[in-house]
């Protein structure tokens, strides 16, 4: 059932593949948070801690995270049936 996930996506302003992420979970159905980690340096820092890397987009899908836009994994993590 969409929105039943605390999804939070941490991206910036100019990433094509953050803006793909967010209209693939909005086509869905699904609410999620943004962080804008260009702009908030401590978000930042916590995305490369949970992730270990500085590449955007990251998603974190009820504590699960996804490295870039792995709509493969997203649709796993989401129950979404093709």
């Not at 649709?75 to 979404?80: K, P």
Request: proline share 5%; charged share 30%.
């Amino acid at each position: 059932m969409p929105n039943s996930k605390k999804i939070i996506i941490y991206s910036t302003p100019t990433c094509p593949y953050c803006d793909m992420a967010k209209d693939y979970l909005k086509e869905k159905g699904f609410e999620f948070s943004i962080i804008d980690v260009a702009s908030n340096v401590d978000e930042a820092k916590k995305m490369v801690e949970k992730t270990g890397q500085m590449g955007v987009p990251v998603l974190e899908i009820d504590g699960q995270i996804v490295i870039g836009f792995d709509k493969n994994k997203i649709d796993e993590l989401l129950n979404i049936k093709q």
